[in-house]
């Protein structure tokens, strides 16, 4: 217990992790976010290497130490990004190069706010896999297929029998390896079609909803809302108005043309 956070990223093997009075089992990709104050210990399983990105850091954003604080304390992170931006931070602060530490927080952050934006609510807001990261050749088929067929009435018979293998098996073996359900990643993959279409083509939402696959535009907008926290319809105006916006996020870097003069009424 120490009164600082620490980000653990399982890299490889299996073990159990003690969160205050709770065990639970942890593997690759699985995520253990532990807030200042709370007891904690990891431990590999009999005859087997854990191997961890164990990331010690302080914020003093009131604001994020409350949102850290909300996430769960375990979870599965599939995408390799925060992996990345964990395993950068420990080869800079190895390398020591000027400007390390500035470095350091800046990924740091940009780890914490992919975690905060994507984790806290990870059923709803689920990150595609990168097909080309997935080490089970089963789940990758499956992917492929979902990817492919996305637009057609699947169920997830349809989908195990493609695979070959019962649904409650597949089922399993695709949350083990991706860290959700083969209902979320199909949901995840029509309405990320569905926004493709709303952003960069004039068909119309009631077209969208059975070229995506969904039964109805009640169904397609419900799941749409819920998963990207607007309408379809307000989801397209505020995205096709962003397209030509000019966007500002510090009002200090202004482009001014000095040889210009101003008119005077």
């Given amino acids: 217990m120490h009164d600082f956070f ?38 590999a399983d009999q005859g087997v290497r854990l191997m961890t990105l164990n990331t010690k850091f302080s914020i003093y954003d009131k604001r994020m130490v409350k949102d850290l604080c909300r996430l769960p304390t375990q979870f599965v992170y ?8 964990l395993e950068k ?6 390398k020591g190069d000027p400007w390390y530490r500035q470095l350091c927080n800046a990924l740091m952050l940009e780890c914490l706010i992919i975690l905060l934006r994507e984790s806290g609510t990870q059923e709803e807001n689920v990150s595609a ?11 990758h088929k499956i992917v492929e297929y979902i990817n492919s067929n996305y637009h057609k009435h699947l169920t997830l018979q349809d989908i195990s029998d493609y695979g070959c293998y019962s649904p409650e098996y597949l089922s399993r073996r695709f949350h083990r390896s991706l860290g959700m359900t083969i209902h979320h990643y199909l949901m995840h993959v ?11 083509s004039d068909k119309t939402i009631k077209e969208i909803t059975f070229l995506t696959g969904f039964k109805s535009i009640h169904h397609f907008s419900r799941s749409f809302k819920k998963q990207v926290g607007s309408t379809p319809a ?10 030509w916006k000019h966007i500002l996020i510090n009002p200090d870097f202004n482009n001014t043309d000095p040889t210009r003069r101003s008119e005077k009424n």
């Fill in 129 to 139: 896999p990168d097909e080309y990261e997935i080490k089970d050749e089963l789940v």
């Fill in 190 to 200: 029509r309405i990320q079609k569905a926004r493709e279409y709303l952003k960069f």
């Fill in 234 to 243: 307000e989801w397209r105006d505020i995205e096709q108005e962003g397209i």
């Fill in 6 to 43: 620490q980000l653990f990223l399982i890299i490889d093997g299996v073990g159990t992790a003690q969160i205050g009075t709770e065990n639970v089992s942890v593997g690759e990709n699985s995520v253990l976010m532990i807030p200042p104050g709370l007891i904690h210990a990891l431990k």
């Fill in 78 to 85: 599939p995408s390799t990004r925060v992996r990345q931006l």
């Fill in 89 to 94: 931070i420990r080869v800079e602060g190895m």
